[in-house]
T-cell receptor
Framework: DQQVKQNSPSLSVQEGRISILNCDYT??????FLWYKKYPAEGPTFLIS?????DKNEDGRFTVFLNKSAKHLSLHIVPSQPGDSAVYFC?????????????FGTGTRLKVLA | DAGVIQSPRHEVTEMGQEVTLRCKPI?????LFWYRQTMMRGLELLIY????????DSGMPEDRFSAKMPNASFSTLKIQPSEPRDSAVYFC???????????FGSGTRLTVV
C-alpha cells in the first residue's frame, strides 16, 4: 500500500515556465513533508520542506503548497531552468525529527526543455 | 565531512551469490536508513537504526535480506541468496535528532544476473 503517491511519472516543461509537481498521501498522521531532488548516479538531496501548521513555504524559485484537508502537496518551480531537470521525490513523516522514518513517493522525472 | 559513504558503487553478481553492501554514515549522526529505489515503488524504506539499534525492519522484503550496524560508523546490508528481482539501486542515509530529513549516500547499483 503506497502511502505517498506521485501519480505523474514524468513532466516536460519549457525553460522559463512554471513546473508543478504533485504528491498525495493517505496517512492523516503525516505532519511533515519534504521534497528531494535526484540527479542520475547521485543520491537524493534535500530541496524544501513544509510542516502541517503551514500551507506554503517558499525558498527562492521553489515553493511548496500543502492542502491538508485534501492530503495533497505540490512543488512549484518558477522559472524552470534546464538544471532543474531531475527526479523529484516527495516524502512524508509523522515527526520532524531526522531520527524518524520518512515515506517516499515513486518520484516524478522533470525535464526542462531549453 | 565526506558525507555518507557507500561501497561498492556498482555490484554485478550471479543469482544465488551473497551480496554485501556497506555504508559509513556521517560522523555524529545517530540514525541510519537503508532504502531501495525501483521504478515501480520509488524509494522504499527497508530498515532503519537509531543508536545502532534496529527500530523498524518491516520493509525488508524477505528473510534473504539482513542488516547490521555493529557500531556508529558502519552498517551492512546483506542479501543471501541474491535473485534477479533484487536488482535495484540501494541507498544508505543518515541523520540526527536535530536534522530535518536525511543525507543520502550516492547509492550502490546492484545487478543480479
Amino acid at each position: 500500500d503506497q502511502q505517498v503517491k506521485q501519480n505523474s511519472p514524468s513532466l516536460s516543461v519549457q525553460e522559463g515556465r512554471i513546473s508543478i509537481l504533485n504528491c498525495d498521501y493517505t496517512n492523516s498522521m503525516f505532519d511533515y513533508f519534504l521534497w528531494y531532488k535526484k540527479y542520475p548516479a547521485e543520491g537524493p538531496t534535500f530541496l524544501i520542506s513544509i510542516s502541517s501548521i503551514k500551507d506554503k513555504n517558499e525558498d527562492g524559485r521553489f515553493t511548496v503548497f500543502l492542502n491538508k484537508s485534501a492530503k495533497h502537496l505540490s512543488l512549484h518551480i518558477v522559472p524552470s531552468q534546464p538544471g532543474d531537470s531531475a527526479v523529484y521525490f516527495c516524502a512524508a513523516s509523522a515527526s520532524p525529527s531526522g531520527t524518524y522514518k520518512y515515506i517516499f513517493g515513486t518520484g516524478t522525472r522533470l525535464k526542462v526543455l531549453a | 565531512d565526506a558525507g555518507v559513504i557507500q561501497s561498492p558503487r556498482h555490484e554485478v553478481t550471479e543469482m544465488g551469490q551473497e551480496v554485501t553492501l556497506r555504508c559509513k554514515p556521517i560522523s555524529g549522526h545517530n540514525s541510519l536508513f537503508w532504502y531501495r529505489q525501483t521504478m515501480m515503488r520509488g524509494l522504499e524504506l527497508l530498515i532503519y537504526f537509531n543508536n545502532n539499534v534496529p527500530i523498524d525492519d518491516s520493509g525488508m522484503p524477505e528473510d534473504r535480506f539482513s542488516a547490521k550496524m555493529p557500531n556508529a560508523s558502519f552498517s551492512t546490508l546483506k542479501i543471501q541468496p541474491s535473485e534477479p528481482r533484487d536488482s535495484a539501486v540501494y541507498f544508505c542515509a543518515s541523520s540526527s535528532l536535530l536534522e530535518y530529513g536525511y543525507t543520502f549516500g550516492s547509492g550502490t547499483r546492484l545487478t543480479v544476473v
